[in-house]
Each structure stands twice: as structure tokens, then as C-alpha cells.
């Protein structure tokens, strides 16, 4: 799609976001971006669609990094082939496959000297630069990123599914493995299973050896999800009581830990079904970011409530292992063209999408 300006420049369509708050995607002829020092050009050619992205094109995201000039090319998760590096770069990764890890950790702070690069101190700042949040990110033909954080793709794993399953699978490990400590033969509860990250979490808590209930909308997704091995599949539309399900799953033992990222909306329905010394890792929050539950009981139970920010670029690496070995795959429930790109945040954002939504580049 590319092709020289009237300068001999090349150029490409990029999604760019002229303004906030009103839904401004517009799909522009910009130059290719140059890679500076350190840094290598990604010819994308597969782009995974979130729901943050969705937020901040409408106006909604309330992410603390709302630093970004405008116009901006948003997209966090993109797959693509690396085809210049810059000064200091490494050469000999031009034709490398990679994917994108949008959060550019320091290295330096605490945090990243302590492993904990998703928490990094200085990534945290509202104006650090972030790919597809303050920068130019995924939704483009190219984009420009740092060496370090261009992550190899398997040769067993297609463009679609890495793009697929760079947030969502490393969100998930990160939440069920790194945070949930994840045993064998535990009862596990995943809210909004039938989301990209959802349906990840399903497949890793199964991988883990433990007994999986979810949460999702519908009869459709209900019946997805069951595909995907979940034994309880609890309708949040129109399942008012879940306990009976949970008694059923662990033989009367309760909730061992809940992988939650549906939100506040869910609470009231499983709290009262977790088990002494259960766990509550906190990963999302699409139904609201005030839960309301008894303080009382998660403390005579002793439940322990965690939080799981984002990802590293560890678990991306683990993830697409298991997927070059085919223990695992993202669920990719519709590829859309460049052009249609806003289509498929309008899926996300009317919750008519089942697992990942991917936008084919190339």
C-alpha cells in the first residue's frame, strides 16, 4: 500500500485520532516513520483490537497516560516483520517476526531491577512514551519501536494469532500464573470468559489442571465458552443465583480463586461462594471499578484480593511458547481489512464480539 509522495518520501494509511471525545478515527496518507537510535521499523501486518483502545477513541479512557499529541496513531498490539534498524539497533534482526510490546519499561527503577517491568517506575508516568497511548502506535502499515521491545515470534505462530494473543495471552498468564499461583484440581472462576482475555484465561486455568467456571452473555458465547472445556457457564444476563453451580463444581469446597476481569458487576454473585483463604486477582474492570462486598466475611475467610497490571514481556515469551507447541491459541473470533478497523471497535465496544478481534494488514 505504500508508495512515494510527491517529495519521493514513502508514504502509508495510518488510523489516526485527530480529536478526543468524538470518535475521530481517520484513515490518512503519512509518511513512513524513520527509526531513531535504538529503534527498528515494524511492517505490521496484523493489528489485535482492545477495548481500551475503543475507550480512548470515544474519550472514555481513564488510564493516568492521557499525555498524547494530536493528531496520534492508537493501536497497543501489532505483528509485523522488521525491516530497517536505526542507529545502534541490531541489523541482523531486519526480516526478524515480532510482536509489539507497547509498554516501554526503564530497566533502571526498582521495579524492573526487581522483575516487575509491568510496574516500572518511570513506564508509570502520564507522559512516558507508550506505543499506541502518548506515541504513534498499531493502527498504520509501519510503525517505529525500541529494538528491546520487538518480541520474536515462534515460526510456528502466524502473524493473526501473535497479534492476537500479545495483550490478551500475556495479560492472562499474568493473571492467572504470575499473580493466581494457579494449582491443580482447584475451582477456578473466570468472569467475562468470552472476551480475548477471557477466553485466554479459560485455556490457561484448563492447562493448569484446574475445574473452570465462566462468566458470559448469551446462549452463543455460552455455548463457545463449553467448547473451550469451561464445565459451569454462568449467563450474567439472566443467572441471578451462581451458588448452587459453584457448590456443584468443588463438591460444596467453594471458589478456589477468581480471575476477574469483568468488573464490579460480578462481586455480589461470587463472594459469597469463595473458599477460606480463596484468592481475587483483579485484572479488569469493564463493569464498573467500585465493588460492593462484605468486608466482614473476606475477612473471617481471610480471601486475599490482588491486583494484575498489564503484562511483561516474559509472559508474552511463555505464551507464544505454549502456542509454537500448540498448548495453546488464541480465539480469533473475526479478521476485518485496514479499512474497516473502526468496524471492529464498534464490535467491542456493542459487546457483539466473541474472543479477539484482528485487522489484517498484509
Given at each position: 500500500m505504500t508508495e512515494p509522495t510527491t517529495q519521493g518520501q514513502m508514504a502509508m494509511k495510518a488510523w489516526r485520532l485527530h480529536r478526543s471525545k468524538a470518535d475521530r478515527l481517520e484513515f490518512d496518507d503519512v509518511p513512513v516513520p524513520e527509526p531513531?537510535?535504538?529503534?527498528?521499523?515494524?511492517?505490521?501486518?496484523?493489528?489485535?483490537?482492545?477495548?481500551?483502545?475503543?475507550?480512548?477513541?470515544?474519550?472514555?479512557?481513564?488510564?493516568?497516560?492521557?499525555?498524547?499529541?494530536?493528531?496520534?496513531?492508537?493501536?497497543?498490539?501489532?505483528?509485523?516483520?522488521?525491516?530497517?534498524?536505526?542507529?545502534?539497533?541490531?541489523?541482523?534482526?531486519?526480516?526478524?517476526?515480532?510482536?509489539?510490546?507497547?509498554?516501554?519499561?526503564?530497566?533502571?527503577?526498582?521495579?524492573?531491577?526487581?522483575?516487575?517491568?509491568?510496574?516500572?517506575?518511570?513506564?508509570?508516568?502520564?507522559?512516558?512514551?507508550?506505543?499506541?497511548?502518548?506515541?504513534?502506535?498499531?493502527?498504520?502499515?509501519?510503525?517505529?519501536?525500541?529494538?528491546?521491545?520487538?518480541?520474536?515470534?515462534?515460526?510456528?505462530?502466524?502473524?493473526?494469532?501473535?497479534?492476537?494473543?500479545?495483550?490478551?495471552?500475556?495479560?492472562?498468564?499474568?493473571?492467572?500464573?504470575?499473580?493466581?499461583?494457579?494449582?491443580?484440581?482447584?475451582?477456578?472462576?473466570?468472569?467475562?470468559?468470552?472476551?480475548?482475555?477471557?477466553?485466554?484465561?479459560?485455556?490457561?486455568?484448563?492447562?493448569?489442571?484446574?475445574?473452570?467456571?465462566?462468566?458470559?452473555?448469551?446462549?452463543?458465547k455460552a455455548r463457545r465458552l463449553r467448547e473451550l472445556g469451561v464445565e459451569l457457564v454462568l449467563d450474567h444476563r439472566a443467572d441471578d443465583d451462581w451458588s448452587a453451580g459453584f457448590a456443584q463444581l468443588s463438591d460444596g469446597a467453594g471458589i478456589d480463586c477468581v480471575l476477574d476481569i469483568a468488573g464490579a458487576g460480578t462481586w455480589p454473585r461470587f463472594m459469597g461462594s469463595m473458599r477460606h483463604h480463596g484468592r481475587i486477582i483483579v485484572g479488569g474492570y469493564m463493569s464498573g471499578d467500585r465493588a460492593d462486598f462484605d468486608l466482614k466475611e473476606s475477612t473471617i475467610r481471610e480471601i486475599a484480593i490482588a491486583g494484575a497490571s498489564s503484562w511483561t514481556r516474559k509472559s508474552v515469551r511463555d505464551v507464544l511458547g505454549l502456542a509454537a507447541r500448540g498448548d495453546l491459541r488464541p480465539v480469533v473470533g473475526a479478521t476485518l481489512p485496514l479499512r474497516e478497523l473502526p468496524d471492529g471497535l464498534r464490535m467491542l465496544r456493542d459487546r457483539t464480539a466473541y474472543g479477539n478481534l484482528v485487522v489484517q494488514v498484509r
Open positions: 531513531a537510535a535504538g529503534e527498528v521499523l515494524v511492517e505490521i501486518h496484523a493489528i489485535g483490537l482492545n477495548s481500551s483502545e475503543m475507550q480512548l477513541v470515544r474519550g472514555d479512557w481513564e488510564g493516568p497516560d492521557t499525555h498524547r499529541p494530536y493528531p496520534m496513531i492508537p493501536g497497543i498490539e501489532a505483528a509485523g516483520m522488521i525491516v530497517a534498524a536505526g542507529p545502534g539497533a541490531p541489523a541482523h534482526r531486519v526480516g526478524e517476526r515480532v510482536t509489539v510490546h507497547y509498554r516501554w519499561a526503564c530497566g533502571d527503577c526498582d521495579e524492573c531491577v526487581g522483575g516487575n517491568e509491568n510496574t516500572c517506575q518511570v513506564a508509570a508516568a502520564p507522559n512516558a512514551p507508550k506505543f499506541g497511548r502518548t506515541i504513534d502506535g498499531a493502527y498504520a502499515e509501519y510503525a517505529r519501536v525500541p529494538a528491546g521491545f520487538a518480541v520474536r515470534i515462534p515460526d510456528q505462530v502466524s502473524y493473526t494469532d501473535a497479534a492476537a494473543m500479545t495483550v490478551s495471552g500475556g495479560t492472562a498468564w499474568h493473571m492467572a500464573i504470575v499473580r493466581g499461583q494457579l494449582r491443580p484440581n482447584e475451582t477456578v472462576l473466570v468472569t467475562g470468559g468470552s472476551s480475548g482475555v477471557g477466553s485466554m484465561l479459560v485455556q490457561i486455568a484448563k492447562l493448569a489442571g484446574t475445574r473452570v467456571a465462566a462468566t458470559a452473555g448469551g446462549p452463543e
